[in-house]
């Protein structure tokens, strides 16, 4: 059984609602798990368990959500190993596994999935798919009101199966 860890914060909904996507699309596939864990209470153990890990957050000021960042705060050097390589220091103990990101937008989320990427950039993950950035519609320009389109949900979905058959191949 392969794992794929999903790190998620919502506090409208809209967050929930891509995770909830991207979980039925892949669970359609068979010997795959996802296993979804709120940012508080997610670890470094359950990164270093898993196969692949997909960050999902709400854009906030045009950035992760804080949950997010203190998710990263909390297990970031959980997640190194010191090494004699090159003379020593800290080396990603999860590098070349594969990673993406769903992002819930009020604006255009470029700045929110840039945060998470170059945070990434740290573990030495690779990027697999471009990430998700749902921009709600039908509310005011940066807030949580306005609905999804269904085409973003659609994308979650893809992106669910995508993951999870690639994974359970060996393609990612």
């Not at 937008?105 to 749902?134: F, Q, Y």
Request: a neutral charge.
């Amino acid at each position: 059984m392969r794992h794929i860890l999903l790190i998620h914060h919502s506090a409208s909904g809209g967050t929930r609602a891509l995770v909830a996507a991207f979980c039925d699309g892949a669970s359609a596939t068979d010997g795959v798990s996802v296993i979804t864990r709120s940012a508080q209470v997610a670890t470094a153990a359950d990164v270093r368990k898993a196969d692949a890990l997909i960050i999902a957050t709400p854009e906030n000021f045009g950035y992760m959500a804080g949950s997010i960042k203190e998710f990263f705060d909390r297990v970031f050097y959980a997640c190194m190993a010191d090494t004699t390589a090159l003379g020593g220091g800290t080396e990603s103990v999860v590098a070349g596994r594969p990673y993406s990101v769903l992002i819930c937008a009020g604006n255009d989320g470029s700045g929110a999935m840039l945060s998470v990427d170059r945070i990434i950039t740290g573990w030495r993950m690779r990027k697999v798919h471009p990430g998700v950035i749902a921009r709600r519609v039908g509310g005011e320009a940066g807030s949580s009101r306005g609905t999804l389109r269904e085409d973003d949900l659609v994308a979650c979905r893809e992106m669910g199966q995508l993951f999870a058959e690639g994974l359970l191949m060996g393609a990612l």
